[in-house]
């Protein structure tokens, strides 16, 4: 898979495990998402993008969403967008989030399972 296209996955699928694509965006294959996990891990530049990327889809979500997802990773709302992609990123990058995870959450499931291990994740950063 050329290295522009693996980035623009690898940048989707940041954003739709944070929660920032509509649960009706097209999901990566297995394939794709380890070909995106491939970059994240060699790519220092590329992970700093996605963290920004999704940031700034993050920091659109209403204060009382920044002030929650701050509580639960125990920092403050207003950092609580950057904070939560960097974990996230970084869970891709170690494969605490695996595929499985990434197309539940980002197919707007409810299999709390997965959003548990998510929590956890992120939780664990």
Known sequence: MPRSA????????????????A???????????????????ESPSMRTKAV????????????GDRAMIGAVLKVDAQAAPAELCRRIVKAIVDGRLSHEDYV?????????????RLVRAVSDS
Do not use: H, I, N, Y
């Open 6 to 21: 693996t980035t623009v996955l690898m940048v989707c699928a940041t954003l739709a495990v944070a929660g920032a694509c």
């Open 23 to 41: 649960p009706t965006a097209s999901t990566m294959d297995a394939e794709q998402f380890a070909s995106a996990r491939t970059v994240l891990q």
């Open 52 to 63: 920004d990327e999704c940031s700034a889809k993050q920091a659109l979500r209403p204060e």
């Open 104 to 116: 539940a959450v980002s197919s707007g499931s409810q299999d709390r399972k997965a959003l548990a």
